[in-house]
């Protein structure tokens, strides 16, 4: 049992992490990571038993509007194929596709995700109807270990009449600065967050969210992450997270 955890941590690890950090792990997740066109990132990696393709999330669908169009097309631009030996110039992004059973689509995840929660569903990607709630997409630049995210919050969204909920805001600067530091060191868990809400979000409206690692100790992740209007103009949310990484048995402990 122990052993088949570890295996399952190791390939739980892969799934989030980026080639940095673990040098054991570097040959295996560059190869699901950075050898594939963002496209096909991670599909790879999936198992051939799953039959069905798991939806990608993060893939443009008819109720994106032209904003959310617009950015998601100049990162996607700069997400050329990167091959190995290959030198990268320039801005070079990496779409992260998104799946609504994070922890199946892990390599090894199925076994994990049948021990903690068959019918658990990742919180943001539960709801069908396109364009109700959390459409989003995090593309991560290596280089300067820097997240970008495009988010459109839908109507089911809504807080303080005709703007976006504090709660789903926070959810995102919680997704994307922990889908961050899970790039970083996967599994980790949220231990803090700090948001500080400067203007209101309208709903229906696009805004871009950007994180940066501002520190690394041990196995605290310190990110900063900040909220503003597509062009920058304007700033809606600050924050700052600590996250920690743990190990599979905190996850099983109940
Ligand atoms: C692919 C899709 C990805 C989507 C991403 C979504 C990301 C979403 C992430 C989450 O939302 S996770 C859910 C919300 N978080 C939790 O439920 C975490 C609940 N808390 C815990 O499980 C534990 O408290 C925690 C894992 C955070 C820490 O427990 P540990 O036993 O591993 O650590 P410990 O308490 O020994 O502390 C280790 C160090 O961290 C420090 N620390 C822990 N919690 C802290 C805190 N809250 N603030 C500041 N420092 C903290 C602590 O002081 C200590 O510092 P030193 O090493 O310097 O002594």
Same mark, same amino acid.
């Given at each position: 049992m122990t052993r088949s955890v570890g295996r399952i941590f190791s390939g739980f690890r892969c799934f989030g992490s980026l080639p940095f950090g673990n040098?054991?792990?570097?040959?295996?997740?560059?190869?699901?990571?950075?050898?594939?066109?963002?496209?096909?990132?991670l599909m790879h990696a999936l198992p051939k038993i799953f039959g069905r393709k798991p939806r990608d999330f993060s893939l443009p669908n008819s109720s994106w509007g032209k904003e959310m169009m617009q950015l998601y097309n100049h990162y996607n631009r700069l997400s050329k194929e990167t091959t190995e030996g290959q030198e990268?110039?320039?801005?070079?992004?990496?779409?992260?596709?998104?799946?609504?059973?994070? *922890?199946?689509?892990a390599t090894g995840g199925v076994y994990l995700s049948k021990i903690i929660q068959s019918k658990a569903r990742l919180f943001t990607r539960n709801i069908r109807d396109p364009g109700a709630s959390f459409e989003y997409v995090i593309f991560f630049r290596q280089d300067k270990l820097k997240c970008a995210c495009i988010f459109q919050a839908g109507h089911l969204l809504?807080?303080?009449?005709?703007?976006?909920? +504090?709660?789903?805001?926070?959810?995102?600067?919680?997704?994307?600065?922990?889908?961050?530091?899970? *790039? *970083?060191?996967?599994?980790?868990?949220?231990?803090?967050?700090?948001?500080?809400?400067?203007?209101?979000?309208?709903?229906?409206?696009?805004? *871009?969210?950007?994180?940066?690692?501002?520190?690394?100790? +041990?196995?605290?992740?310190?990110?900063?992450?900040?909220?503003?209007?597509?062009? +920058?103009?304007?700033?809606?949310?600050?924050?700052?997270?600590l996250f920690l990484s743990i190990s599979v048995s905190h996850l099983l402990k109940r």
């Open positions: 040098p054991p792990l570097k040959t295996q997740c560059s190869s699901v990571l950075f050898r594939t066109t963002s496209e096909r990132t990268d110039h320039g801005e070079q992004w990496t779409r992260l596709p998104s799946y609504n059973r994070t *922890l199946k689509y809504e807080g303080a009449p005709g703007h976006v909920h +504090g709660g789903a805001i926070a959810t995102m600067i919680d997704t994307i600065t922990g889908t961050h530091a899970s *790039l *970083l060191s996967a599994p980790v868990m949220t231990a803090n967050l700090n948001i500080n809400y400067r203007s209101p979000i309208p709903l229906g409206s696009t805004v *871009l969210i950007e994180s940066i690692l501002d520190k690394e100790d +041990g196995r605290k992740r310190y990110i900063s992450c900040r909220v503003t209007s597509t062009d +920058g103009s304007k700033l809606h949310t600050e924050a700052t997270g």
